[in-house]
C-alpha cells in the first residue's frame, strides 16, 4: 500500500473541510436563553412537587441542556462528523462501564 | 519534489481536519470515564454519611442554582469571543474572554464559599463515605475550572501582547472546547447530585 493510499484509509463520509459558517451572535444568544429557562424548570421542581414524575423530568432537562451546549456552542452540529464520533464513543463506553458498575453495586434497587 | 519545497507546503492532515481539535475531542472523551467513575461513586456512596451530615440536609440549591446558572452563561460568552476573533474582532475577542473568566472566578468563589460553609456545618473531607465522593467529585470539577480559567487569561495576555490575532481562532476554538466540557459536566453534577432528591439523616 502506497502512502497516498494509506492517508486516504478513513472514511470519506468523515472527511471533509472543517471550515464551516458557525451561527450568528444572536443564535447563540437565543440558545443560552433557552439554556437559562430549561435551568429555571429544573429549579423550579425543588420548589414545586411534581411526584413520580420528578427524576424522568429532571433527565430530560438535564439530556436536553447537553445536547445544546454540545451541537451548538461546541459546534459538533457543524463539524465533521469524526469529532462527534470520538467524543460519543468515549460518552458510551463511560455510559455502559458505569451502568454495569451501579448495577453490580445494586445501586439502581437498594438507591 | 524536492525536500525543501515539501517543507514550504502548508500543512494538510491525513484527514483534512485540524489534529489538534482532533485531539481535543479525544481527550474529552476520555473524560467522559474520568468524571463517569467520579459520579458513579458518588451515587453509590451517597447514602453512607455516618453519623455526620446527610446530603438532603446539608445541600442549598438556591445558592448552587445562581452558581451553575453563572457557569452554563459563561459558555455564551466563551462562545462569542470565539466568534469576535473569528471576524478579526480583537476588542470584543478580549471583552468576552475577560468575561468568560470572570464568571468562571465567581462559580469558583462559590464553590469555595459552598466547602467552608459544609466544613463549618461538621461535612470535612474524611467524614463519611458520602463527603469523601461528594468533594473528590466537585472538587475534580474545580480544579478543571481554574485550569479553564488559566487558559483563559493566558489567551487574554496573549491578546494584549498582540500574539492573539484571527489566524489564531482554532487555539480558542480548542480551549473553548474544553471550558464548554466542563459546563455540561456540571449540567450532569448539578442534576444528578443536587436537584435529584438525596437521602436525609
Redesign the interface.
Known sequence: MNTETAQHEVSMDDVHDDSHEHPSDGKYIQIAAILGVLTALEVATYFVDIGPALIPALMVLMVVKFFLVVAWFMHLRFDSSLFTKFFVSGLVLATAVYVIALTVSEFWTKG | MSETSTVDQPVVS?????HT??AM??F??????L???L??TY??YR?QFAHGPAPGDIFD??FT?VS??VL??S??T???A??AL?RGDIRNNRLWLLTTALLGSIFIGGQVYEFTTFLREGLGYTTSPFSSAFFTLTGFHGVHVSLGILMLMSLFISSLRGSLRKEHSETV?II??YW??V??VW??I???IY???S?TS
Open positions: 491525513t484527514t483534512g481536519l485540524s481539535k482532533l475531542w479525544v474529552l472523551g476520555s473524560e467522559c470515564l468524571f463517569g467513575a459520579i458513579s451515587l453509590i447514602g440549591i438556591p442554582s451553575s446558572f452554563l452563561m459558555s455564551l466563551m462562545v462569542l470565539l466568534a473569528q476554538e473553548g472546547l464548554h466540557f459546563d455540561i449540567i450532569f448539578f442534576t444528578v436537584l435529584v432528591p437521602p
